[in-house]
């Protein structure tokens, strides 16, 4: 048990740590910042310390060891470094937590361990979490340190949602079967939605839909996530900026045996090089929509196929719920697209669901209603904030034990 209200968030990528230092009194970020481009010469560390100038650090960072004792030591020019009493635990966020972990976790070697015999299911990600972990606590070893894992909302799936529809004794033996990503966000959003719409949680059935580079969908009744649109890995489901989505595994096969292309080069293809990217050249959103709207025709099919996925498992998903409360966007396209909104929404009065264009059309920071009042389901814009989920997670987590 800590006296300190402060939470260190580490996000550590392959190549780049994201941290926010969260106060949690009033949720507010005493200091945030990233290093980038972590093992090149024209590495960059960008320190935002709430009072004061932006720092900026451009040289090599030899590693995330390196580079997280270079955000240590500017934490400490603002007397906030990691040996100060006001730093109650750091909150890692873990891409994957496979069955085991379906809560915050608080680490121990035994954790740590089970969070890399894991990686077989996330080679991408799991390797930088688990460094970020080993650095930090390296750096305070007494110190608290809570596992925070993206798929850990998703564990209430039901088992037939959460199967492929393959061979039991395979699935089993491989760890084959649908996780789904972006847990903290759907589970942050859910409930901020209904804080909104001043209803209780337990009573509100949601539809999230997660729309940043990455994108998914996510079913939320009462609290409880029943549906998500990522899979095994994060490349099932919505299209997004640079990945596919759903496809059918058959072109797999055929593009290895017809176009002659290896499983890394295939793998290369539906993450990096498809999705809007694949379809018109440009993954933003912004520069999908302008060039549309100028009369690009690629550009114009991403955006039909982009809103026609999402439209897609909107209907879906209201088929699983029964009943929705409410549809939550977020993330950076969800947040800030009024036309995606509109999209996505346009033809479903009969499902209870339109937005009215005057509220769609006002861009603000703050979560709110787009829809109008006797729409019979709340269309609603709320931001998320994935770091502030994890801190309070970590946070209560430490006050439990
Ligand atoms: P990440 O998944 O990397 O966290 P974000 O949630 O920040 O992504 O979303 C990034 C994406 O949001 C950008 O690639 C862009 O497509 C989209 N975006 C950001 N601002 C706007 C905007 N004003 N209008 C439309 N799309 C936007």
């Given at each position: 048990m800590t006296a300190g209200t402060r939470v260190l968030v580490l996000n550590a990528g392959s190549s780049s740590v994201k941290y926010q230092l969260i106060d949690?009194?009033?949720?507010?970020?005493?200091a945030s910042g990233l290093v980038e481009r972590i093992g090149e010469e024209a590495g960059r560390l960008l320190h935002l310390p709430l009072v004061g100038e932006p720092r900026e650090t451009l040289r090599r960072f030899d590693g995330h060891g390196e580079a997280l004792a270079a955000v240590a030591e500017e934490l400490a020019k603002d007397l906030m470094g990691l040996d100060s009493p006001e730093l109650a635990a750091i909150g890692h966020r873990v891409v994957h937590g496979g069955l085991r972990f379906t809560r915050p976790t608080l680490i121990t070697d035994e954790v740590l361990a089970e969070i890399r015999r894991l990686i077989p299911v996330a080679p991408l990600h799991n390797p930088a979490n688990i460094t970020g972990i080993e650095v930090a606590r390296a750096l305070r070893p007494d110190l608290p340190q809570v596992a925070v894992f993206d798929t850990a909302f998703h564990a209430t799936i039901p088992e037939y949602a959460a199967r492929y529809a393959i061979d039991r004794r395979v699935a089993d033996e491989y760890r084959v079967r649908r996780y789904g990503f972006h847990g903290t966000s759907h589970q942050y959003v859910s409930r901020a939605t209904a804080r909104l719409l001043g209803r209780d949680q337990a009573e509100l059935n949601v539809i999230v839909l997660h729309l940043g580079n990455g994108a998914s969908a996510s079913a939320v009744a009462g609290g409880v996530c029943?549906?998500?649109?990522?899979?095994?890995?994060?490349?099932?489901g919505l299209v997004m900026g640079t990945r596919s989505g759903d496809?059918?595994?058959g072109l797999v096969f055929h593009l290895h045996r017809v176009g002659g292309m290896t499983v890394d080069q295939i793998d290369d293809l539906l993450n990096r090089r498809s999705g809007l990217l694949g379809l018109c050249g440009d993954n933003d959103m912004r520069e999908v929509w302008r060039r549309a709207e100028e009369g690009d025709e690629d550009a114009a099919l991403a955006f039909d196929a982009y809103v026609h996925r999402i439209r897609r498992y909107l209907g879906g998903y209201y088929a699983v719920l029964g009943r929705v409360d409410a549809v939550a966007f977020t993330a950076g396209v969800g947040e800030n697209s009024a036309q995606v909104r509109a999209a996505v929404c346009a033809n479903l009065e009969e499902l209870g669901i339109s937005v009215d264009p005057e509220l769609n059309a006002v861009r603000s920071r703050e979560a709110r209603v787009v829809s109008p009042s006797y729409g019979r389901v709340a269309v609603a814009v709320v931001p998320t904030d994935e770091e502030l989920e994890i801190a309070q997670q970590t946070f209560a987590l430490v006050h439990e034990v």
């Amino acid at each position: 048990m800590t006296a300190g209200t402060r939470v260190l968030v580490l996000n550590a990528g392959s190549s780049s740590v994201k941290y926010q230092l969260i106060d949690m009194l009033d949720g507010s970020r005493a200091a945030s910042g990233l290093v980038e481009r972590i093992g090149e010469e024209a590495g960059r560390l960008l320190h935002l310390p709430l009072v004061g100038e932006p720092r900026e650090t451009l040289r090599r960072f030899d590693g995330h060891g390196e580079a997280l004792a270079a955000v240590a030591e500017e934490l400490a020019k603002d007397l906030m470094g990691l040996d100060s009493p006001e730093l109650a635990a750091i909150g890692h966020r873990v891409v994957h937590g496979g069955l085991r972990f379906t809560r915050p976790t608080l680490i121990t070697d035994e954790v740590l361990a089970e969070i890399r015999r894991l990686i077989p299911v996330a080679p991408l990600h799991n390797p930088a979490n688990i460094t970020g972990i080993e650095v930090a606590r390296a750096l305070r070893p007494d110190l608290p340190q809570v596992a925070v894992f993206d798929t850990a909302f998703h564990a209430t799936i039901p088992e037939y949602a959460a199967r492929y529809a393959i061979d039991r004794r395979v699935a089993d033996e491989y760890r084959v079967r649908r996780y789904g990503f972006h847990g903290t966000s759907h589970q942050y959003v859910s409930r901020a939605t209904a804080r909104l719409l001043g209803r209780d949680q337990a009573e509100l059935n949601v539809i999230v839909l997660h729309l940043g580079n990455g994108a998914s969908a996510s079913a939320v009744a009462g609290g409880v996530c029943v549906e998500t649109s990522m899979g095994l890995t994060p490349l099932e489901g919505l299209v997004m900026g640079t990945r596919s989505g759903d496809v059918d595994p058959g072109l797999v096969f055929h593009l290895h045996r017809v176009g002659g292309m290896t499983v890394d080069q295939i793998d290369d293809l539906l993450n990096r090089r498809s999705g809007l990217l694949g379809l018109c050249g440009d993954n933003d959103m912004r520069e999908v929509w302008r060039r549309a709207e100028e009369g690009d025709e690629d550009a114009a099919l991403a955006f039909d196929a982009y809103v026609h996925r999402i439209r897609r498992y909107l209907g879906g998903y209201y088929a699983v719920l029964g009943r929705v409360d409410a549809v939550a966007f977020t993330a950076g396209v969800g947040e800030n697209s009024a036309q995606v909104r509109a999209a996505v929404c346009a033809n479903l009065e009969e499902l209870g669901i339109s937005v009215d264009p005057e509220l769609n059309a006002v861009r603000s920071r703050e979560a709110r209603v787009v829809s109008p009042s006797y729409g019979r389901v709340a269309v609603a814009v709320v931001p998320t904030d994935e770091e502030l989920e994890i801190a309070q997670q970590t946070f209560a987590l430490v006050h439990e034990v």
